[in-house]
Nanobody, 125 residues
Framework: QLQLVESGGGLVQPGGSLRLSCAAS????????IGWFRQVPGKEREGVSS????????NYVDSVKGRFTISRDIAKNTVYLQMNWLKPEDTGVYYC??????????????????WGQGTQVTVSS
């Protein structure tokens, strides 16, 4: 059974850092692209970053470029999202998701089939 479990969320002050983890089971990371998405109440779930099955292509939404980095550890079957210089507008529930053939739109949530339960990130002083 394919499963994704996020961890690493929490409360952080503006300018701080967090690293989110997405532990995958039931499949290997070289068979699915992994995306990170975030959602705040009343808004659409937004694609933040993704990494392809090959591991050699990553994508970021403009608002996080230069601050967030997606990476993966094949041995641990885990994808990470390093978030630096956090801003209050980064607050939300962060989800990781797995999908295939996402190249046409790597941050489109409709292309991702399997989802984790989410982890809360709150950026506030």
């Amino acid at each position: 059974q394919l499963q994704l479990v996020e961890s690493g969320g929490g409360l952080v002050q503006p300018g701080g850092s967090l690293r989110l983890s997405c532990a995958a089971s039931g499949f290997t990371l070289d068979s699915y692209a992994i995306g990170w998405f975030r959602q705040v109440p009343g808004k659409e779930r937004e694609g933040v970053s993704s990494i392809r099955e090959s591991g050699d292509r990553t994508n970021y939404v403009d608002s996080v470029k230069g601050r967030f980095t997606i990476s993966r550890d094949i041995a641990k079957n885990t994808v990470y999202l390093q978030m630096n210089w956090l801003k209050p507008e980064d607050t939300g529930v962060y989800y990781c998701a797995a999908g295939q053939r996402v190249g046409i739109a790597p941050l489109a949530r409709s292309l991702y089939k399997y989802w984790g339960q989410g982890t809360q990130v709150t950026v506030s002083s």
